[in-house]
């Protein structure tokens, strides 16, 4: 079987994810999908989030804390 995804397995690699597709009962194409889908998703939630602007209230405090 060969496989559609980016990296390559080892033949090691490549029979203990085929015989983790058969335990899911799924081909081991579906399982391959579903496994890069699943780390797409992980590495989605892992991404630095964009820090906003400070508000108006935060501002004006850090303003009047500075010295003239």
Same mark, same amino acid.
């Given at each position: 079987?060969?496989?559609?995804?980016? =990296?390559?397995?080892? &033949?090691?690699?490549?029979a203990y994810e085929q015989e983790r597709a058969r /335990?899911?009962?799924k081909s081991f194409e579906e399982w391959? =999908?579903?496994?890069? &889908?699943a780390e797409a998703e992980a590495a989605?939630?892992?991404?630095? /989030?964009?820090e906003k602007k400070p508000g108006?209230?935060?501002r004006?405090?850090?303003r009047a804390h500075k010295p003239l």
């Open positions: 079987m060969t496989t559609t995804t980016d =990296k390559k397995l080892t &033949k090691g690699q490549l /335990k899911a009962g391959m =999908k579903d496994k890069a &889908k989605k939630k892992a991404a630095p /989030k964009v108006l209230f935060s004006l405090l850090d």
